[in-house]
């Protein structure tokens, strides 16, 4: 074929799209239609918990537009990062939620479920074997306690295991956590596209129309493979791509101005060209795939590090404001006094003012000359209950605290929500982010016939 068309319904799956612009893109010959589900963006919290980005309704919103169409036209569907961190229990909701469409709609489909999760006691036998290493050097070497504490532990995939679900049939690929380009790289290698183009146009259409003018993740695009160079375009009359807009999107989130490691291999992109062909399609060319000489994938794993109590309130009293910082840190002494019992390296008091310093903090250059701030105090502890007893001391301290020049007796704090205190939950972190080396692909494929 000469042509391998890929449409990209959004820049994240649940983010919505305009119903219009999918349905233009249907109007083409497609070969895949493939979406981005997941980011690190939000956190290690989705990781950790077990929990999605998006919420199940907006989920089956846009699954079933796709896997409708897509089933319907017998288009391959691929979903990357399946549920937002791309873990088991992501990846099953997600297929609990295609189930329910498909049973909905009376369609039949083969499902390629591929696996992205890894025991502990892989990871520990990798680590062993030297096969690990930190993805850059503020991250410490793994250890085993480390890896034992981690819940969820997952890797980034490459192409080669979708493209062997692609070579078996499936109808839907719902990846676990994927390297973001790789799903869409699939479909151009699967049509024996060039790696480089095909990488490239997935780096492009990972994101959705974030690559057009006006740029939003909440758009479609459709991306057009040919023998030596690749197209992009909006599938929405109100945007256009343009050789700027599609260029800045190369440098998205990247280290380097124009290299690119994957899973395997380094993109090169010093040398390509981008240029307008015709009104709002823009065609790069000379992307180049330089193969690794060792793969490595990505490793994340979460694992419980706290828990959070928070409370959200109003200051406007004009001489508290002024003093604002210097009564934060009376209020944490004074805490600290009342629970002296208490290991102060059992929990942590943190305050944000908001409307004051509290984005950069003492990196804030603008001066101060609001009249009211939003505080924001959380406590960060090693369980539930002494995090919320000490929320509501700091809480109550803050309150009533007396500070010189004040004209009432109380009320220094205003509340928009009762109770005050919001009881968060477990905080998670980071406890994994290698690399881990490979000599095959190590992700598991499960194919599940659905429908009548």
């Known amino acids: 074929m000469k042509e391998i ?123 062993r074997s030297n096969r690990i290493q930190p993805l850059t050097a503020n991250i410490p070497p793994l250890t085993e306690e480390t890896i034992k504490e981690s819940i969820n532990i997952v890797a980034q995939m490459g192409h080669e295991p979708i493209l062997e679900a692609l070579e078996n049939g499936s109808d839907i690929i719902i990846c676990g956590r994927a390297y973001d380009p790789s799903p869409f790289a699939a479909i151009g290698i699967y049509h024996q596209k060039d790696p480089g183009l095909s990488y490239h146009l997935g780096k492009i259409l990972e994101c959705g129309a974030l690559c057009a003018e006006p740029g939003t993740t909440k758009d479609s695009i459709l991306g057009t493979i040919k023998e030596d160079s690749f197209t992009v375009q909006s599938l929405n009359p109100q945007r256009k791509c343009t050789p700027i807009s599609v260029a800045a999107h190369t440098f998205y989130e990247k280290e380097h101005p124009y290299l690119l490691h994957g899973p395997g291999f380094t993109l090169d992109l010093s040398a390509c060209e981008f240029q307008e062909i015709s009104e709002g399609v823009v065609e790069v060319t000379n992307s180049r795939l330089i193969p690794s000489e060792k793969t490595f994938i990505k490793l994340e794993g979460a694992k419980k590090a706290a828990y959070r109590t928070f409370v959200i309130a109003g200051v406007r009293d004009p001489i508290l404001i002024d003093n604002i910082e210097e009564i934060e840190h009376r209020v944490k002494e004074q805490t600290a006094e009342y629970y002296s019992e208490i290991n102060p390296e059992d929990y942590q008091v943190n305050f944000f003012n908001y409307g004051m310093n509290a984005v950069l903090g003492s990196k804030e250059k603008a001066p101060f000359n609001g009249h009211e701030i939003g505080v924001m105090f959380e406590v960060i502890a090693k369980t539930q209950e002494l995090a919320n007893s000490i929320c509501a001391t700091v809480r109550s301290t803050f309150l009533h605290f007396g500070y010189e020049k004040r004209k009432s007796t109380a009320g220094n704090l205003a509340f928009p929500f009762a109770p005050s205190d919001i009881e968060f939950g477990p905080v998670y972190e980071f406890s994994i982010y290698h690399l881990m080396e490979i000599d095959e692909s190590p992700f598991q494929i499960e194919y599940l016939e659905e429908g009548d």
């Not at 119903?19 to 981005?36: N, P, Q, R, T, Y």
């Open 5 to 127: 068309k890929i449409l990209s319904p959004c820049g994240m799956l649940g983010y919505g799209f305009p119903a219009s612009s999918f349905m233009k893109g249907l109007e083409e010959e497609l070969h895949g239609i493939v979406v981005d589900a997941g980011s690190t963006d939000a956190g290690p919290h989705k990781l950790g918990a077990g929990v999605s980005i998006v919420s199940k309704r907006a989920l089956r919103k846009d699954l079933e537009l796709i896997v409708t169409n897509g089933v319907a036209g017998k288009i391959p569907v691929i979903i990357g990062s399946a549920g937002g961190a791309g873990a088991k229990p992501h990846v099953e909701s997600t297929i609990e939620i295609i189930q329910e469409i498909l049973k909905d709609h009376s369609l039949k489909a083969k499902i390629a479920v591929i696996w992205a999760d890894f025991s502990q006691e892989t990871i520990i036998e990798a680590n």
